[in-house]
C-alpha cells in the first residue's frame, strides 16, 4: 500500500454463518472503537461506505442468506478496488470473506493479476458441508472459494467465477483443525505456519517468505484477519475462542511487516463479538492492529526492501 492510501471502510454486519449470536454488532464496535479516526490520523483519505445491506430478509438464514450476503458484498468489494480504493472490511462472522475475496478475485481477473490471501486465523475455514462437525458456513469460506463441492448457488456467474488457487493461500497462526479439512488441506497443497513453527521460528522469518514470493509474483495481497488468530487472553470478545494464539507484540509485528512491505490491497477483519468483550477491550486491540497495518509506529525507521525471489513451484 503506499504511504497515505484511499481506504473504503465496508461494513459486513454478518452473523448468518454461526451460531453464536452477537457478531452483527462487530462493524459498529470497530467504528465506536475509533477505526475511522484512527486511519484519518495517520493521513489516509478515509471514505466510511456504511454497511452492506443484503438483498434478503433480515432475519433470513441458511445458504440463501450466505449468498445474499457474498453477492453484495462481493460486488461493494470489486466496485471499491475499481475506483482505486483499498476496502477495509469491517465484520460480522468470517462468512463475510466468500464475498471480499471473491470481489478481490474479480478484480483481479479483470485486470490480468493473481491473488494471494494471507488468511491470520485459529482455524482453517476449509470445511465442506460434508466435513463440517458444525454446519456453520464461518468455517467453510475457503473451501468454497477454493471450488470445492457443495455450494452450489452461493456466487453469481458461479460457472465462469474465478477461483482462489489453494496454492495462493496462505494459512498463518493455526491451532485448530477438523479431520476432514485437515485432508482437505493437504491434497490441496495449502501452505501452512501454524502455531508449533511459530513457537519454533518467530513470526518474521514465515511472514518475510510469504511476502517476498508476492513480491515476486507482483500479487494482490488480500489480508484476512480473524479475532481468534489472538489469544483470548488479549481479545475476549470472539465466539471460538482456542487458548495459544498470537500475543500482542506478535500480532503488532506481523502488521508492522505488512505494512512495511506495501502489498497490501484489502483487508477483512472478523469474527469480532462484541457481546462477548470486555468493556471494548477486543473492539480497541483490533483498531490498534489496523492502525499498525496502515502505518502507525513508534519511531521512523528505515522501510525494509521486500526482495523479489523466483517462486518455487513446489511450495
Same mark, same amino acid.
Given at each position: 500500500?503506499?504511504?497515505?492510501?484511499?481506504?473504503?471502510?465496508?461494513?459486513?454486519?454478518?452473523?448468518? $454463518?454461526?451460531?453464536?449470536?452477537?457478531?452483527?454488532?462487530?462493524?459498529?464496535?470497530?467504528?465506536?472503537?475509533?477505526?475511522?479516526?484512527?486511519?484519518?490520523?495517520?493521513?489516509?483519505?478515509?471514505?466510511?461506505?456504511?454497511?452492506?445491506?443484503?438483498?434478503?430478509?433480515?432475519?433470513?438464514?441458511?445458504?440463501?442468506?450466505?449468498?445474499?450476503?457474498?453477492?453484495?458484498?462481493? $460486488?461493494?468489494?470489486?466496485?471499491?478496488?475499481?475506483?482505486?480504493?483499498?476496502?477495509?472490511?469491517?465484520?460480522?462472522?468470517?462468512?463475510?470473506?466468500?464475498?471480499?475475496?471473491?470481489?478481490?478475485?474479480?478484480?483481479?481477473?479483470?485486470?490480468?493479476?493473481?491473488?494471494?490471501?494471507?488468511?491470520?486465523? *485459529?482455524?482453517?475455514?476449509?470445511?465442506?458441508?460434508?466435513?463440517?462437525?458444525?454446519?456453520?458456513?464461518?468455517?467453510?469460506?475457503?473451501?468454497?472459494?477454493?471450488?470445492?463441492?457443495?455450494?452450489?448457488?452461493?456466487?453469481?456467474?458461479?460457472?465462469?467465477?474465478?477461483?482462489?488457487?489453494? &496454492?495462493?493461500?496462505?494459512?498463518?497462526?493455526?491451532?485448530?483443525?477438523?479431520?476432514?479439512?485437515?485432508?482437505?488441506?493437504?491434497? &490441496?497443497?495449502? *501452505?501452512?505456519?501454524?502455531?508449533?513453527?511459530?513457537?519454533?521460528?518467530?513470526? @518474521? *522469518?514465515?511472514?518475510?517468505?510469504?511476502?517476498?514470493?508476492?513480491?515476486?509474483?507482483?500479487?494482490?495481497?488480500?489480508?484476512?484477519?480473524?479475532?481468534?488468530?489472538?489469544?483470548?487472553?488479549?481479545?475476549?470478545?470472539?465466539?471460538?475462542?482456542?487458548?495459544?494464539?498470537?500475543?500482542?507484540?506478535?500480532?503488532?509485528?506481523?502488521?508492522?511487516?505488512?505494512?512495511?512491505? $506495501?502489498?497490501?490491497?484489502?483487508?477483512?477483519?472478523?469474527?469480532?463479538?462484541?457481546?462477548?468483550?470486555?468493556?471494548?477491550?477486543?473492539?480497541?486491540?483490533?483498531?490498534?492492529? @489496523?492502525?499498525?497495518?496502515?502505518?502507525?509506529?513508534?519511531?521512523?525507521?528505515?522501510?525494509?526492501?521486500?526482495?523479489?525471489?523466483?517462486?518455487?513451484?513446489?511450495?
Amino acid at each position: 500500500m503506499d504511504a497515505t492510501a484511499r481506504i473504503a471502510i465496508i461494513g459486513a454486519p454478518i452473523e448468518v $454463518g454461526t451460531s453464536e449470536p452477537g457478531a452483527l454488532m462487530g462493524p459498529a464496535a470497530l467504528r465506536t472503537a475509533g477505526l475511522v479516526r484512527t486511519l484519518a490520523d495517520l493521513g489516509h483519505a478515509v471514505t466510511d461506505l456504511g454497511d452492506v445491506v443484503p438483498d434478503c430478509p433480515r432475519d433470513a438464514r441458511g445458504l440463501p442468506a450466505v449468498a445474499a450476503w457474498t453477492r453484495a458484498l462481493s $460486488g461493494r468489494v470489486e466496485a471499491s478496488l475499481a475506483a482505486g480504493d483499498l476496502p477495509v472490511v469491517a465484520g460480522g462472522d468470517h462468512s463475510l470473506s466468500l464475498g471480499s475475496v471473491d470481489g478481490a478475485l474479480r478484480h483481479c481477473a479483470r485486470t490480468g493479476r493473481t491473488l494471494t490471501v494471507l488468511w491470520l486465523d *485459529a482455524h482453517a475455514d476449509f470445511n465442506t458441508p460434508e466435513t463440517s462437525p458444525s454446519g456453520n458456513m464461518h468455517g467453510m469460506p475457503l473451501a468454497a472459494l477454493c471450488g470445492e463441492p457443495g455450494f452450489d448457488g452461493l456466487f453469481a456467474d458461479e460457472a465462469d467465477r474465478p477461483r482462489l488457487d489453494p &496454492r495462493q493461500l496462505h494459512l498463518f497462526g493455526l491451532r485448530s483443525i477438523d479431520a476432514g479439512e485437515r485432508a482437505l488441506v493437504t491434497a &490441496r497443497q495449502v *501452505a501452512v505456519t501454524d502455531m508449533r513453527a511459530i513457537d519454533e521460528f518467530g513470526v @518474521v *522469518a514465515p511472514l518475510r517468505r510469504v511476502l517476498e514470493r508476492v513480491a515476486a509474483a507482483g500479487d494482490h495481497l488480500h489480508v484476512s484477519l480473524d479475532i481468534d488468530f489472538l489469544d483470548p487472553g488479549i481479545a475476549p470478545g470472539v465466539g471460538t475462542t482456542v487458548p495459544g494464539g498470537a500475543t500482542f507484540r506478535e500480532a503488532h509485528l506481523i502488521m508492522e511487516m505488512l505494512c512495511d512491505s $506495501g502489498l497490501v490491497r484489502s483487508l477483512d477483519v472478523v469474527e469480532l463479538n462484541p457481546f462477548l468483550d470486555e468493556r471494548g477491550r477486543s473492539a480497541r486491540v483490533l483498531v490498534e492492529l @489496523v492502525a499498525s497495518l496502515f502505518g502507525r509506529r513508534i519511531l521512523d525507521r528505515p522501510t525494509p526492501v521486500i526482495e523479489a525471489v523466483p517462486r518455487d513451484p513446489g511450495a
